[in-house]
């Protein structure tokens, strides 16, 4: 009680302070030129590791493939190419949320997003943030979120690339990036696809991955158009097709075949007046998935969800280090298939936020409450700081309380769906630290997360399988980010490396929670000489447990990756470059009987016009 | 393409060839084999983690031998066991997600061959002279492709499909007759179609009760356990139990359950008794008596009963960890008043109890 009058007393103490007009270029700059300019304002106390561009660009298309090598989370990949879910911070699969231009995209129906299905080439990058999220990310931003996202600028240049590329068992790639722009309008527009037949040999056996042929392909146009000075359009797009055969394992055919179609779309118009920003926003989002059990018949089943989303957003800028934010939304998502009849799901939602910054000292308050017919929807909140003690080291702090709501199957699953259900719900606390050098950068943040009501199908008894909340679980661990800059023979060496350190531990088995690493760290090293680049990167994921009484583990294991590039023309750029991934060939699953690809090369040829 | 199969069918014989040499250089060993008498508890493991098991146990030594066919024959099982049909000197394992059959000395373990072609969603077999009957659900998803497989015992090789209703799940034989009970795969059946052994075709299709679970077979009599369509079906129905007169394959009488709510499962003979489990509870039904209402006891030890049988006055009971990951439990019960006599650690998700 004592705590909110002085929040309260805080926030109206500095409303009154000073109330100079005063429009910040800066901040105006951001709203403008992002897509998701909360990540930038509302993640106080918590670390935004950017991904930016050029990895993007140098790294393999799919989503799993780029964050296995560049941070502490980890991937459980049904094969290469195949469904992959993350764990972030030791929690499930539906306890990350995946972001696209501020928008959270994990499934309706199964609450996650397969870390596959995202070709990440028409991307300008990718942001990781550790940590909780829901009161701005909403359902599943416990573990963290990553985002994808899209910028502009206003530059008047015109940018193009094209990648080729070509590859072991049979895998093509193709990616075309343009930027065009003037003084008032930007548009980007991408282009990517990748096809692989994907039959690599099963190391230390005779067997091929047979049907794990895949192919998909992305679209992507982001088109922004100032209309006077104080009003900006921004329209951005994505759809995603793939297709896929889920392949086997080490003793199991497969003849399935699973199908993605997924659309996003949003529009949103700025307006800038006086102290007022303010921001409407309508997306409309499409996941379609076809699974045929054999690919030869006729038969499927089938999912398709569409989701609407109105976002009104006022934001209030008292002063350069004072600003109010007040969000209103509605989402209405319909659902149909895999024995799911027609379902709708209403939630409105209002949102306060607040920043300041008090010289060295930077603080958010935020909080959210959802209302639904569904379930019991709890206040969210978000509290973090952070304070610059020196040039040298930052430290901030971050609590929040955080949510997954039950999925479209979780509640209308026709064999066993609950309407009874909860949403999981976390309580979780961080300190981070960071260390800033000359040519070193260190983040080192340890964090608590106490989670309740999880979500597990389980069989009742009949035996039939049902969703309860039954399970808690408390995580806790380190988490570090190091980037080092240096020279070696008067070039740029480049070094950079991730570490987590994870306990996920069932309160009541007090067992590690099955498929997350007590250890997982990866570090990467770039130099480039005379034209030639060098980069190597590799990984190192500790054994995991596959069951519940921790008796059954899969074995630890370390892949490294290497590559060669040469700039073979400079106007206009032509590169080459030729990347040898599981150098050593190492035999490694990150899921029971599900062998992952030995040693396989891929080239690449680079245009930039 | 002539070649192509020129060189399978020179294959197949070569392998043949070697099943049937396999047969003749392997007697039965004179010394006690090491699982002459105990049970085998067969346990499915994960859906697509290849780690099903066969475990070991003999009671009055206090043995516990788990992954028996992996430890005798240095290869995992496979996926997704389902069933183990012993017969004379053999067993028969199913291995459903991996489309086979594994065939051992069920007194050695070790491997005399495996069946992996002309198999499509495997479940149960039943052998009737040298013939293997394995009962197919095809794809799941597909009504018109369910089917009886028949296999020669002598040298594994593969006579013919019988096509029959969808889902086939359990066979039992009784004077040159199969009998298939159709649970109906992931949709509902519920027939029971019998097979002429000698000619084997499709001679009748019994109607009894929705999912027929057990069948067993009492003198002259069929009798054929349904849980009933559960709660997630169209309408949920209530279990049955049918008596099968053998002479004639007709229906005798059948009981139903009073309650839609009511999925009995089980069905076991013991002594002239009959009994069968509604969830974790046993009961006990008199022949020719109403169907029972009050449970004999409730199994509280068991999380999931997922495996159970009934041998001179115990009751054994195959429970899977609560979560399906993780090893399970052979429970061992007295028949008479319900209480837990003993329990063995099992491997992951045991889902049937063998006698040997």
Known sequence: ????????????????????????????????????????????????????????????????????????????????????????????????????????????????????????????????????????????????????????????????????????????????????????????????????????????????????????????????????????????????QGDRGFSGTITQPSNSKYEDRNSRNLLEWKAFTGNFTSSLKFAWLGEAFKYYENRDSGNYSFGEANTGIIKYDLGYEFSSEKKLNFIADYTSVKGKGAGIENETREIGGVSVLWNHSIEDLKYKLSLRQEITEEYNSPLLFSAGASYQFSENYLLRINSSRNFRIPTFNDLYWPNGGNLDLDPETSIQAEIGNEFSFNELNLNLTAYFIDIDNLIRWVPDEAGLWRPVNTAEANNYGLELFADWTSNLLGKPLNLSGTYAFTRSIDKETDKQLIYTPKHKGTISAGYDIEGFSLFWQSLYNGSIYTSSDNA????????????????????????????????????????????????SLQSTLTFNF | MNYKHLFLLFSIAIFLNSCEDDQYCCPMPETEAEFQSGIFVLNEGNFGSSNASVSFINEEEQVNSASIFANINGAPLGDTAQSIELHENIAAVVVNVSNKIEIVNRFTFESLGTISSNLSNPRFAEIIGNNLYVSNWGDGMDPNDDFVAVFSLLDFSFKQAIPVAEGPEKLIEHAGLLYVAHKGGFSFNNIVSVINGTSNELA????????????????????????????????????????????????????????????????????????????????KYDIGGDLPIIPEFTLEEVSVLYGFEIVENKIYVASPRVDFTGNGDLLIYDLNDGSLLDRYTTGINPNGIYFN
């Open chain 1, 552 to 599: 059954y583990e899969i074995e630890a294991y370390l892949l490294s990756n290497f590559r060669v590039g040469y700039t073979i023309s400079s106007k206009p750029e032509i590169g080459l470059s030729v990347q040898v991934n599981n150098l050593f060939n190492e035999k490694y699953q990150s899921l029971p009987s599900r062998i992952m690809p030995g040693r």
């Open chain 2, 204 to 283: 009748n299709e019994i109607e009894v009760g929705h999912i027929p679970n057990s069948i067993v077979v009492n003198g002259n009599d069929l009798w054929v356990l349904s849980s009933g369509k559960p709660a997630y079906a169209d309408e949920e129905t209530a279990g049955e139990l049918t008596r099968i007169d053998l002479t004639t394959n007709g229906v005798v009488e059948s009981f139903k359950f009073p309650d839609n709510t009511i999925h009995p499962n089980n069905l076991r003979f013991s002594n002239g008794a009959v009994y069968l489990t509604i969830n974790k509870s046993v009961y």
């Open chain 1, 1 to 240: 009680m004592n705590r909110n009058i002085f929040l309260l007393f805080i926030i109206i103490g500095c409303s009154c302070l000073d109330t100079v007009a005063q429009n910040d270029s800066i901040n105006w700059l951001d709203e403008v030129r992002l897509s998701d300019v909360r990540l930038k304002t509302n993640s106080e106390g918590q670390l935004v590791k950017v991904l930016d561009d050029s990895i993007i660009q140098q790294s393999e298309p799919l989503l799993t493939s780029i964050l296995k090598f560049n941070s502490p989370f980890f991937f459980r990949e049904n094969g290469y190419g195949m469904v992959s879910s993350a764990s972030v911070r030791g929690t499930g699969a539906s306890q990350t949320a995946v972001v696209w231009n501020g928008i959270n995209i994990n499934s309706q129906f199964t609450g996650q997003t397969d870390f596959n299905t995202i070709n990440t080439k028409v991307f300008d990058n990718i942001s990781l943030r550790p940590g909780g999220g829901s009161v701005v990310y909403g359902s599943g931003a416990i573990g963290g979120t990553i985002h994808l996202n899209n910028e502009f600028t206003f530059s008047g240049n015109s940018v193009n690339q094209l990648n080729l590329g070509y590859g072991s068992f049979d895998t093509y790639q193709a990616t075309y990036n343009g930027k065009f722009s003037n003084e008032t309008t930007s548009l980007n527009i991408g282009l990517t696809g990748i096809s692989s037949e994907n039959d690599f040999e099963y190391r230390g056996t005779d067997i091929y991955n047979e049907n794990g042929d895949f192919y998909n392909a992305s679209f992507s146009a982001s088109l922004a158009q100032w209309v006077g000075d104080s009003n900006i359009f921004k329209f951005y797009s994505n759809y995603y």
